[in-house]
């Protein structure tokens, strides 16, 4: 029996649950860097998101790696403190950022007729109000607490009925973002089915021993850009400066890939000289780099979003420390990152489907 049912009434606890420091800072910045890596424009002006299925589809499956274990936590949580073990399945899970200028009213999560199946709620907040953006509180209409401040690893469990209406206000500046699940007592809304259904059609022919990783897919960026954008499938490279990267990226996401990756692990490997081989990052001439400004006001179409894509809360620090060197030891770290996931997903996924549900499959099963 639910908490939210025994009491009836609104007036008495709303079923609620807010813990600090669920999630670990690293979990949090894995999870911002996949985000800043592979999300796409969002159902609302402002917002944007990753949903599983998103990169499913844009060839980024083995980024669903690091959810599985948060996944099972946070289900376990909610199943734990709605007295509800073992019923529940996993609706929705979408990494969710909003951008200066959005904001929700009051609201309770079901509000739909075609959001009726959810009906528990779990925001884990990834950033910090103060640092990472300002505005952005949220609120809940009755009870106690009323606002709550996010900061990264905290998360607010509340059932999705409206017990919880809520309400978070405008984002006055920055990104703030969040993981967001919701479940349902109806195992007609299982996602996992759905993801699990959709991996086995594109990893049929993945191999373990041979994993062909792929780059990922150009969909979510497409809106930003100009309509001409057919070049930036192509492989490209990466100016910085004056300074020309000879690498070729498969395509801009990739390149986006490497450099959120900078972001979150760069200034963490290790301190040894890293080897850039001369001609590996070429000086450019006045033409050129007049060239290369003359492509950033034909491709931009919006400057701002762009800024905001391309860069995170930690890019002043690392600007002034940034090498060549460390940037290319970095693109082979995140192959590595990379590879390891790739790998565990197919080691995983045979697991997945005879159980029917996504879960964390212990490495000695491989
Ligand atoms: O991000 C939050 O704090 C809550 C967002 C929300 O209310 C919703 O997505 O329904
Ligand atoms: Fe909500």
């Avoid at 809940?140 to 809520?166: K, R, W």
């Avoid at 809304?189 to 062909?212: F, Q, R, V």
């Avoid at 070729?248 to 290790?270: C, M, R, T, Y």
């Amino acid at each position: 029996m639910l908490p939210s049912r025994e009491m009836g009434a609104k007036s008495l606890k709303p079923p609620r649950l807010i813990l600090h420091n669920f999630l670990t800072s690293e979990e949090c910045k894995e999870l911002e860097f996949i985000h800043k890596s592979s999300s796409t424009v969002g159902y609302r002006p402002n917002v944007f998101s990753t949903t599983l299925s998103h990169l499913i589809a844009t060839n980024s499956s083995p980024f669903l790696i690091p959810f599985v274990p948060i996944r099972e936590k946070l289900k376990e949580k909610v199943e734990n403190f709605f007295g509800c073990e073992y019923e529940l399945c996993i609706e929705f899970t979408g990494l969710i950022s909003w951008c200066r200028g959005a904001c929700i009213g009051w609201h309770s999560d079901d509000n739909r007729p075609y959001l009726k199946q959810r009906h528990f709620t779990a925001v884990c907040y990834l950033n910090s109000y103060g640092k990472d953006f300002k505005g952005g509180l949220f609120h809940f209409q009755d009870g106690e607490p009323t606002t709550l401040v996010p900061m990264a690893g905290d998360v607010a469990i509340y059932t999705a009925d409206s017990c919880n209406i809520h309400a978070v206000d405008e984002i006055i500046e920055g990104e703030r973002l969040t993981l967001t699940l919701w479940f349902s007592r109806d195992s007609g809304h299982d996602e996992d089915a759905k993801l699990i259904s959709l991996l086995s059609k594109t990893m049929l022919h993945s191999s373990i021993n041979m994993p062909e990783v792929k780059p990922p897919m150009l969909a979510s960026i497409k809106g930003l850009l100009s309509d001409s954008t057919e070049i930036l499938m192509e492989p490209l490279q990466l100016v910085r400066g004056n300074e020309l990267f000879k690498q070729e990226f498969v395509n801009i996401l990739h390149a986006l890939q490497a450099v959120q990756f900078h972001h979150w692990k760069g200034s963490d490997l290790p301190n040894v000289q890293y080897e850039v081989q001369p001609g590996d990052v070429i000086r450019l001439s006045k033409s050129q780099q007049e060239a290369v400004r003359s492509l950033e006001s034909q491709f931009l179409k919006d400057h701002q979003a762009v800024e905001m894509i391309f860069s995170c809360t930690s890019c002043s620090r690392n600007q002034q420390n940034f090498d060549w060197e460390r940037f290319s030891a970095t693109i082979v770290a995140l192959k590595d990152y990379s590879c390891k996931l790739h790998k565990e997903l197919l080691m995983s996924l045979p697991y997945w489907r005879s159980h029917g549900i996504i879960y964390s499959v212990p490495p000695e099963c491989s």
